[in-house]
């Protein structure tokens, strides 16, 4: 179903990452519904919190943003993603950046020391990409998500 609603999408708007072909750009840059999984946490003052459109597409997808924190915290804590390196404290709110995030990257080789930046990298974006179709499943509004649910 994803290969459905990835059609309608701009080649510009999707990057392929490791373990995760025609992935979204984050929301903020115009990412699908998919790209909540780059979303950082509500109720907390941002940089560029004018650009932020995650409340807006919680909003459209039919989740709160308390849901959405919980399911993040669900995910995190089933693959002990908790750690002191990432903007909110858990790699289940980090960015895409392919080409790296100091805290981030930090912290993805201390949770998995045994592997290469692009096995841990293989592993992450693996991860969000379990994590965005988390997101979507447990949204009300089925219309929107249907055809991004793997």
């Given at each position: 179903?994803?290969?459905?609603?990835?059609?309608?999408?701009?080649?510009?708007?999707l990057?392929?990452?490791?373990?995760?072909?025609?992935?979204?750009?984050?929301?903020?840059?115009?990412?699908?519904?998919?790209?909540l999984?780059?979303?950082?946490?509500?109720?907390?003052?941002?940089?560029?919190?004018?650009?932020?459109?995650?409340?807006?597409?919680?909003k459209?997808?039919?989740l709160?943003?308390?849901?959405?924190?919980?399911?993040?915290?669900?995910?995190?804590?089933k693959?002990?993603?908790?750690?002191?390196?990432?903007?909110?404290?858990?790699?289940?709110?980090?960015c895409?950046?392919?080409?790296g995030?100091?805290?981030?990257?930090?912290?993805?080789?201390?949770?998995?020391?045994?592997?290469s930046?692009?096995?841990?990298?293989?592993?992450?974006?693996?991860l969000k990409?379990?994590?965005?179709?988390?997101?979507?499943?447990?949204?009300?509004?089925?219309?929107?998500?249907?055809?991004f649910?793997?």
């Amino acid at each position: 179903m994803v290969a459905d609603g990835i059609k309608k999408i701009s080649k510009k708007f999707l990057r392929d990452l490791p373990n995760w072909k025609n992935a979204p750009v984050p929301v903020c840059m115009g990412g699908d519904c998919r790209a909540l999984s780059w979303c950082c946490k509500p109720g907390y003052s941002l940089t560029f919190g004018f650009k932020c459109l995650r409340d807006q597409m919680l909003k459209k997808v039919g989740l709160t943003p308390e849901e959405f924190i919980e399911i993040k915290q669900e995910f995190s804590d089933k693959h002990e993603w908790d750690s002191e390196f990432p903007c909110f404290g858990s790699f289940s709110y980090c960015c895409m950046r392919r080409g790296g995030c100091s805290r981030r990257d930090a912290g993805l080789k201390k949770r998995y020391p045994n592997n290469s930046m692009e096995e841990i990298y293989a592993i992450y974006f693996k991860l969000k990409k379990e994590l965005a179709n988390i997101i979507l499943k447990k949204c009300r509004n089925k219309a929107m998500v249907k055809d991004f649910i793997d």
